[in-house]
């Protein structure tokens, strides 16, 4: 689908292009939450960054991108991940179709190699293999046609380029009782998101003290005695116990507030990627489930 620009918009740091968003593959109630929720949390600090940062680029090597590479972060909301990469490409391109964009431009604030565009997926205006490295972190599971989503961003990157992906997983290497535990969040969640924003933000803080955190308490708690991590990562909400607060918060916004919301299991992930034409798929064996990259044939 042909990119039609909608206006531009100058703000103190760069001009940010605005294209017109289709009704095909987005669902407008999603980008409107997600743009509600990025304006309300934009206040990452450096150690929330890096820490979420390490996370999901733990099987991102040097040759996959370097200080070289033009990059694309597909749904970069506030940025924080391009933040996280700074020194690390030539030039970056966010891309979202939110007024998260506008959140990102405040925390990346003056940086000429950094260019943000609110798009989607289906209208990214640039010429089919320009970019070397591409990712997106979170995002594809919040479109109806997913497998589409990740072919129209793919087609963007160079042959022999990388892209990095990281889905919801379906809880394929987890517990019936961690599933059982999942399947009522999800009842709530049904609830919770069709609550208007500030309801919604007020019932997520709720869910972040008493749904979070006794299970973030209890992982740090056994941290301490020295129960393995091992042991650890069998309980639910265990990626949270080194994070801060707002990040949980931030999370519970997210989790609970999202109206659209796919999960996908290893091997369905593995399909979608190799069908969108990447190779050499490595995943992660470490949380967030699950993540992985591959390179485009």
């Known amino acids: 689908m042909q990119a039609l620009l909608k206006n531009t918009i ?6 940010i292009k605005s294209y017109q968003l289709p009704d095909t593959n987005l669902d407008k109630k999603t980008v409107q939450s997600f743009g509600e929720e990025w304006t309300a949390f934009n206040g990452f600090s450096d150690a929330d960054i890096a820490s979420n940062g390490i996370k999901y680029f733990d099987i991102v090597t040097p040759a996959m991108l370097d200080h070289n590479s033009v990059v694309m972060d597909i749904g970069c909301g506030t940025g924080r991940y391009i933040k996280y990469l700074k020194g690390r490409f030539k030039h970056m391109v966010g891309i979202d179709p939110s007024a998260a964009i ?3 431009d405040r925390i990346i604030g003056n940086d000429e190699r950094v260019e943000l565009i609110q798009a989607s997926t289906d209208t990214i205006p640039f010429e089919d293999n320009h970019f070397d490295f591409a990712y997106s972190l979170g995002v594809l599971h919040h479109i109806p046609d997913t497998q589409q989503a990740l072919l129209d961003s793919v ?10 992906l990281y889905l919801y997983y379906s809880l394929d290497n987890r517990s019936i009782p961690f599933k059982f535990l999942f399947s009522v969040s999800n ?6 998101s069709s609550l208007p924003s500030k309801p919604k933000k007020w019932v997520c803080d709720i869910l972040a003290i008493f749904i979070y955190m006794p299970f973030v308490l209890l992982c740090r708690a056994l941290k301490k005695l020295g129960v393995s991590e091992k042991v650890r990562s069998h309980l639910p909400l265990k990626a949270y116990e080194d994070q801060s607060f707002y990040i949980i918060r931030n999370d519970s916004l997210d989790r609970f507030g999202t109206p659209l919301e796919q999960r996908f299991s290893k091997k369905e992930i593995a399909y979608m990627m190799e069908n969108a034409g990447l190779t050499d798929l490595v995943f992660s064996d470490k949380i967030p489930y699950w993540h992985a990259v591959g390179r485009k044939k």
């Open 155 to 164: 087609k963007k990157l160079k042959p022999g380029g990388y892209f990095l």
């Open 187 to 192: 009842i709530i969640r049904k609830f919770v």
């Open 10 to 15: 100058q703000t103190p740091h760069r001009q």
């Open 102 to 104: 506008f959140a990102a």
